[in-house]
């Protein structure tokens, strides 16, 4: 099992910046990438952005490429997106995952941080 939790979330004006952070706890070792998605209300759940582990490889969705940037902490099992240039559509709930599925989908997933981007 791997337990991930999310903080850093909040209320910030449009084109202003948070930092999100997630750490990871537990069979760390068994994870081949972590990712960002975020579910606004009443639309689906969408992909942020992932990064492989431990290479590094990053991905990121359109939407949020050249504003959005993810980083990690290897020492402290922690994984962090970096949000500038914010704007009132990056307004949801930002979840973290990780896949413990080399080709398979996210199985651990956090409990999710609220991200309010005002006008």
């Known amino acids: 099992q791997v337990q991930m939790v999310e903080s850093g979330g909040g209320l910030v004006q449009a084109g202003g910046s948070l930092r999100l952070s997630c750490a990871a706890s537990?069979?760390?070792?068994?994870?081949?990438?972590m990712g960002w998605f975020r579910q606004a209300p009443g639309k689906e759940r969408e992909f942020v952005g992932r990064?492989?582990?431990?290479?590094?490889?990053?991905e990121y969705a359109e939407s949020v490429k050249d504003r959005f940037t993810i980083s990690r902490d290897n020492a402290k099992n922690t994984l962090y997106l970096q949000m500038n240039s914010l704007k009132p559509e990056d307004t949801a709930v930002y979840y973290c995952?990780?896949?413990?599925?080399?080709?398979?989908?996210?199985?651990?997933w956090g409990q999710g941080t609220q991200v309010t981007v005002s006008s």
């Open positions: 537990g069979r760390t070792f068994s994870v081949y990438r």
């Open positions: 995952a990780a896949s413990s599925n080399r080709f398979g989908g996210y199985n651990y």
């Open positions: 990064m492989r582990w431990p290479e590094g490889n990053l």
